[in-house]
Structure formats: C-alpha cells, structure tokens
C-alpha cells in the first residue's frame, strides 16, 4: 500500500489534529455535547478533568474500533460502539476513584455521561470505522482537544467573574472589592454557560470567516 | 469471512463481552484498595467535619483519633455489643435490617475537653439516599453540628444540603421541644423565623424547590436518633 509511505505527521494528518480546534470545532461549529458543557464549566478543574478524561477515551475508542473496523458485524456496530465508550468510561471512572477522589465526587454523574457524549459516538462512527489507526488517533485526540478547549475557555471566564477565581485559588485582589465589585453569581449558573459558548462563536466567525454561510 | 454472517456476529460478540467483563473485573479489584481508603478517610472527615472539626481528607485520618475518643456498636435496647467494631458497620445494610436487630454506631467525640456524640444518618432523598452525621452536645439535646451527603440529588437545588449556609443553620438548634420530649428537627417552609435566630423551635429554614430532600433530611434525623434514646437514657440514669 502506498499510504504507509505517507510521513505521520504530513499536512493531512496535521489538519486532522488542529481542524478541530477551530475549522471544524465540536461544539462551536458542529454544536455537538453542549450539554456536558454547560454542567462542569462553572471551575477550572473539573473542566480540565474532563478533558483530560475525554481526550483518553475518545483516543483510545478511536482507535479500538479502528482496528476491529474490519471485524465488527456491521449489523451490531453501534452496540460494539456503545460498548468500547462503556468500557473506557468505566475505567476512567475507576482511576478517579483511586487517584483524585475529590474530582471524582465532583464529575460524579458527568463521567458517566461521557458514554453519551455525542461527538464520542460521532467520531467512532463517522471517521475511525472507515480509517487507519494513526490516523483515528489524531483525529480522536484532535476532537477532543477541541471539545476540552471550549470547556477550558468557558470555565476560565465563568470561575473568574463568577467567583472570583481560578483553579479554587481567589486571583481578585481584596482591593478591587473594596471599590464595590462583586462576582456574578449569574456566571455560576448554566445559561452563562450557553450565552459565553454563544460569544465565543460570534468571535470565532468574526475573525474565521471561512465558518460564514454564503446565502 | 463474511462478518455479516450470524455465525461471525455470535462469535464477536461472545468473545467482545468476555473481554470486556475480564478487563473491567481485573482494574475493579486491583483498584479496590485505594478506593476503599478514600471512602475511609473521607468518612472520618464527615464526622470530624460535624462536631466542627473541618480538615482535609488526607489529614483526617491523622486526626481521627486524637477527637474520636470512643466508637460503640448499640443494640437497640442501649446495651453495647462488643463484639461489632461500630466503624466497620455499613449503614447502608444495616437500615434495611428489622430496627431490633440492627447495631446503631456511635461515635463519642472529644473536643478541647467537651464531649459530644455523633450519631450517623441515612435516609432517602429524592432520587436515591442521602446519609449524613449529627453532633449531639453534653446535654443530648443540642445540635453541635451536622454533615450531609448525597448521591444524586439535583445540583442547586436538594444538592445544596451539603453547603455551609445550610449545615449552619442547624447549629444549637435543640432536638427536644420545651418539654423534654424528643421531636428532631424540622425542614419548615411555614417558618416564622427565616433569620433562624429561634433556637428553640426544633425548625430550620427549607431550601425553595427541594421540598422532598428537605423532608428526607428531616424524616431521616428522627428515625436515626430516635433509636439512640434508650442509650442516652441509660447513660443519664447512671
């Protein structure tokens, strides 16, 4: 086969990694697991966990299923699916229980829903049961790093002007409270989370007008 | 190969499923240990965390036994069984269990030289069980402080059982009515007393929109310390 010579990181490969952090972004673009978006960016750090946990088992189901791509009946594809995400939340479930407790408590039901995390399931379907495994793990990794950099984005602006801080460590100065500001309790609540994904995809097609429909 | 063949689709999913089931088991059971340890300690800081003691996990377990002077494992006529390590009991089971027959924990607690006891909770809140502890002061009668849990409650709304705002609100409030006659304390939403300056009401503010979690709190404070009142009245006899 002449694509082995293809070299791993060639411009191909490359876009599968950064088109969805912009270009082709999960959430802002294709407005896929807006959902888990809302329910864990009130803080930096289950939104990083999240991510974290994301980037592991999109990659990592991406590529067991590009594998098994030529094994799996076609007819039970989506339940084979269904049960590599399972497998792999299941894990990371374990591992947080073990290793970060407290995240663990704080993510709680949301670890489970990554099984239902819709760009999880789309990706499988859409790109690793029809590609090589390289390139499905470039283009797991690539989603879901374009899926945690939302998150982070929006966590990073609703902890600060929410509460007033960032990671759990206060970054106000007393100072600037002392003048009359107050954080914004509205910030903590879900819909600031649609309206600052909303903003963010107004700033993205400003300067991307690549993502603008021709009428 | 013809994968779309029954033959090919039994035969994957058979071996999909058994791998799968051995992966899983296998990091479940190698895991087991750390995770139960978490569970420990974090137990031990709920109970620190009730008789007003707030430290973090880690250090909880350091400090568990320099507060906790005692652990007993009631029967319910207020006699100790020995033979039950109160620590080890599972709540969980237990309250399933005939209330004659269960070993209620009690943990006694030692506090720059005041003794308070400590009685575990668990009940049910709205979408499965919420447990917690409650710190009696010398006087069987005051609330020292409490400590709520739960397990899938609806974030802002039953889920804020857990916040400060609400566990204070319970601080001296009395257990018994102005008679002596043991009445818990109630979640009201009737309160004439939203500032909760009134001590003596056995009532605390309800949180809007949480009515069932809040009736759960309050059900499961009375179910849990009722089954204590035959051991505090042995103990005040003496």
Known sequence: ?215 | MNRDSNKHTYIFSVIMVLLVAFVLSFTSESLKELQNANVKKEKMQNILSSVGVNVSRDESELLYKDYISNELSLKSDGSIDDDVEAFDINLALEVKKDSDIQRYPLYIANVKNEKFYVIPLRGAGLWAEIWGYIALKDDINTIKGVSFDHKSETAGLGAEITEDWFINSFTDEKIKDSEGNFVGVYLTKSNNDPGNKDKMDNEVDAISGATITGDGVSDMIIERIQNYIPYFKKISSE
Do not use: H
């Not at chain 1, 592991?56 to 007819?75: D, E, H, K, Q, W």
């Not at chain 1, 793990?137 to 899926?147: P, Q, T, W």
């Not at chain 1, 609540?189 to 603008?212: C, D, E, H, T």
């Open chain 1, 1 to 215: 086969m002449s694509k082995d010579k293809e070299p791993l990181f060639s411009k191909k490969n490359r876009a599968l990694l950064t088109d969805p952090l912009d270009d082709d972004n999960p959430i802002t673009v294709q407005v896929l697991g807006i959902c888990s978006a809302l329910a864990i960016t009130v803080k930096l750090e289950p939104a990083v966990v999240m991510t974290i946990s994301v980037i592991f088992v999109m990659a990592a189901g991406n590529v067991i299923v590009s594998i098994l791509r030529n094994v799996i009946p076609t007819r039970i594809r989506i339940i084979v699916q269904l049960l590599v995400v399972a497998t792999l939340v299941a894990l990371v479930d374990q591992f947080l229980k073990a290793y970060a407790y407290d995240v663990s408590k704080q993510l709680a039901i949301f670890i489970g829903l990554i099984i239902t995390n819709c760009i999880i399931m789309g990706r499988f379907e859409a790109f690793a049961l029809g590609n090589g495994v390289w390139k499905s793990f470039l283009d797991g990794v690539g989603n879901a790093a374009g899926y945690g950099w939302i998150l982070i984005v929006v966590a990073f602006i609703r902890e600060l002007f929410g509460s007033g801080e960032l990671w759990g460590i206060p970054v106000i100065p007393q100072f600037i409270y002392d003048l009359g500001y107050q954080d914004n309790g509205l910030m903590l609540l879900s819909p600031m989370a649609l309206i600052v994904v909303g903003l963010y995809i107004w700033i993205q097609r400003f300067y991307n007008r690549k993502l603008i429909e021709k009428d």
